[in-house]
């Protein structure tokens, strides 16, 4: 990971149901897939739990075996699939707009395979800095240090324990399977209720900490 930390203010970003509702268009994704592999798939269940890698997911409805393959062919369907249906999260640009208002740079770290993290980025007109796919929880820290993220934005415990592995602030949105308990339990150094909360945050946490 070629970057070098900057001097300036970096804040990382988790992706699905932090920046993005993916549900619909992971719904819709899971449906193909199991109609293309003749496999039954509880797309209801599936939805209520987004965060961890893929494979952690189909592995409770593929053989392991399978599970290589079957990933790829799911990453295949997915642009076609999953990409229209998902929706900015509440305050989603605004969030990103606060750190670049601020002089900083936002980074998308997530554990979603990168090339379909950025087609979503693009598709909605979230203007990352930077774009880093394939990290879940504690190996999000690999990215985050890389690029010198003080603050790392998530909805799951895997992303507070990214953060606090990365020694960054664990800033939590309660907009994903874990709820407001779970994420201070878990570490966080503040929970919001979603991220139309972040700018007014971010700017109190910069007042509150030395340049």
């Given amino acids: ?57 189909l592995v409770n409805w593929f053989p392991a075996e399978r599970v290589p393959a079957v990933a790829g062919l799911y990453r295949e369907l997915y642009p076609e699939y999953a990409i229209t249906g998902t929706l900015a999260m509440p305050g989603a640009h605004e969030a990103v707009e606060a750190v670049r208002a601020a002089g900083g740079r936002a980074v998308v770290v997530t554990a979603k395979w990168q090339p379909n993290a950025e087609l979503h980025l693009r598709h909605l007109g979230i203007g990352a800095d930077a774009v880093v796919g394939d990290l879940w929880a504690e190996r999000k820290a690999e990215a985050l240090r890389a ?37 201070r339990a878990a570490g966080a150094d503040v929970v919001l209720a979603d991220l139309t909360q972040f700018p007014a945050w971010l700017g109190g946490y910069r007042e509150a900490t030395p340049a």
């Fill in 1 to 57: 990971m070629a970057p070098m930390p900057s001097r300036g203010l970096t804040v990382g970003f988790d992706l699905d149901m932090t920046l993005i509702d993916s549900r619909p268009g992971i719904h819709a994704c899971y449906r193909a897939l199991s109609a293309r592999t003749d496999t039954y798939i509880d797309c209801d269940l599936v939805v209520t739990r987004l965060g961890p890698p893929l494979e952690e997911e």
């Fill in 147 to 183: 690029y010198g993220a003080s603050v790392y934005v998530g909805d799951h415990t895997g992303d507070v324990r990214g953060a606090r592995t990365a020694d960054a602030y664990s800033v939590a949105v309660a907009t994903g399977p874990c709820d407001a308990a779970e994420l």
